[in-house]
């Protein structure tokens, strides 16, 4: 009688075991079904190029646009190049908010040049945008779609997601998590010593995003700037000797001399690429779930996000916080990608 019961205990563990593993391949296998709200934007684009590289893993639906790095117009324009470059014009493009949900518009020019995408000559792209606003957009597919089955990456300003939301509260059904590049806490400010740019650009957008109890995950500057160019790994870039690398290489190159000189530092980041990365293989990064809150309040704490790393507050937490990330192991997922297209 004991060896029979030995026995079943045996087959119903590995039974078990088989379950599992079927069921973690399974949920690898599982595509993301995604919409890129973007402001593009030099970092933004090598995230664009990045995505639309990984068509087995990430669906991507659609990009939304916001004023953000330069005003909407431009945003649109840079992310329909960049889907030319990536020879994905199937994929639409909408056009959302022209500026914050209050505050007075800010641009990052200054570091993203005129035209939004620092040093590399843009075109009029062959296709346009797709009729109707993001913001219609985002309703429409969100509060339609499967139960919590749409991803969001949001690599600018929140304002397009934090419409939908107060015009119809109910989209949040269809949203499985959002992932957000932005903010800032151990690292301090890029845009004040304290506000990381696409929150100090519209913190009433983070705010309505935070409230609304979505999935939330932060790739603040903590983690982002940790993941820095270097001359190998832009050496890496240029070996690819494909289009795509040309472009990326020349971006990169451009963009990042802000940030080496502003920090002293030996490279530049590629923040929303990060974005990216973690949905492909968020197994690159670590952080934990936090209580965040956004300063929305005038003065010099402005768009900051504040964070409760030790859980001092016993506040809900109400977001992932990404706070390190395996940097090498990143340039080399984003080579194999640009890789792929020409
Ligand atoms: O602070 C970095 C963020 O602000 C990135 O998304 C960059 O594109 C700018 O929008
Ligand atoms: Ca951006």
Do not use: C
């Amino acid at each position: 009688m004991y060896r029979y019961a030995q026995k079943l205990h045996q087959l119903l563990r590995s039974l078990l075991i088989l379950s599992l593993i079927t069921a973690t391949n399974a949920q690898a296998a599982q595509k993301i079904d995604l919409i890129i709200d973007t402001d593009p934007g030099a970092d933004d684009i090598v995230a664009l190029l990045f995505a639309l590289a990984s068509p087995d893993e990430l669906n991507v639906r659609a990009l939304t646009t916001v004023a953000g790095n330069v005003r909407l117009d431009k945003t649109s324009r840079n992310a329909r190049l960049a889907r030319e470059w990536a020879g994905r014009e199937e994929v639409p493009v909408y056009a959302g908010a022209p500026k914050p949900l209050m505050r007075t518009p800010i641009y990052a020019e200054d570091i993203h040049g005129k035209e939004g995408l620092s040093g590399i000559a843009v075109h009029e792209p062959r296709q346009g945008l797709a009729q109707g606003s993001a913001i219609t957009y985002l309703i429409d597919t969100l509060k339609s779609a499967r139960p919590h089955s749409i991803t969001i990456a949001m690599l600018g300003p929140q304002t397009n997601l934090a419409l939908a939301l107060i015009q119809e509260p109910g989209i949040v059904q269809g949203i499985k998590e959002v992932v957000v590049m932005g903010g800032a806490h151990f690292n301090g400010g890029n845009i004040t010593p304290v506000a990381e740019f696409n929150l100090f650009a519209d913190p009433h957008a983070a705010e309505v995003v935070l409230k609304s109890g979505v999935k939330l995950t932060y790739l603040p500057l903590d983690v982002t700037h940790k993941i820095l160019t270097s001359e190998a790994r832009l050496k890496q870039i240029a070996a690819l000797n494909n289009n795509a690398g040309r472009l990326v290489g020349d971006i990169l190159n451009e963009y990042i001399k802000g940030d080496m000189e502003h920090y002293g530092i030996p490279g530049g980041p590629v923040h929303d690429a990060t974005v990216v990365a973690y949905l492909l293989k968020p197994q690159l990064f670590s952080g934990r779930s936090v209580n965040v809150v956004v300063d929305s309040r005038e003065g010099p704490t402005f768009g900051q996000t504040i964070v409760d790393w030790y859980d001092g507050l016993k506040a809900p937490r109400n977001a992932f916080w990404v706070e390190s990330g395996d940097a090498q192991g990143f340039f080399d997922l984003l080579v194999e990608r640009l890789a792929r297209l020409k």
